[in-house]
């Protein structure tokens, strides 16, 4: 059975800095796509940063593109977000995916992922 469990999410102020993690059971990280997606009231849930499957490239959404950074510890089955900067309009609740069938061209794509956690409020205010 596989498991993805966020944690790290809380308040943070305009401008600082946080780290979420998901960690994976059931499965090694080797050969399946990882991705954090993104969710706030009243908007669709929107592709923040993945790795490929194949080859572990990494992918980024325009608004975060230079502001995070995906890494990721096979050893530990552990996938990380760093968020710098944040603003205001980074708040939601971050989930984490997992997919074996996800091809690069939809790494964006929601409806790609198999298997997804529970999800982390991240809140950015003053």
């Known amino acids: 059975q596989v498991q993805l469990v966020e944690s790290g999410g809380g308040l943070v102020q305009p401008g600082g800095s946080l780290r979420v993690s998901c960690a994976v059971s059931?499965?090694?990280?080797?050969?399946?796509?990882v991705a954090w997606f993104r969710q706030s009231p009243g908007k669709e849930r929107e592709f923040v940063a993945g790795?490929?499957?194949?080859?572990?490239?990494?992918y980024y959404g325009d608004d975060v593109k230079g502001r995070f950074t995906i890494s990721r510890d096979n050893g530990k089955s552990t996938v990380y977000l760093q968020m710098n900067s944040l603003k205001p309009e980074d708040t939601a609740v971050y989930s984490c995916?997992?997919?074996?069938?996800?091809?690069?061209?939809?790494?964006?794509?929601?409806?790609?992922?198999?298997?997804w956690g529970q999800g982390t409020q991240v809140t950015v205010s003053s």
């Open positions: 790795y490929s499957r194949v080859g572990g490239y990494t």
């Open positions: 995916a997992m997919g074996n069938r996800v091809i690069t061209s939809s790494i964006r794509n929601q409806n790609a992922y198999d298997w």
């Open positions: 059931g499965r090694t990280l080797s050969g399946y796509a």
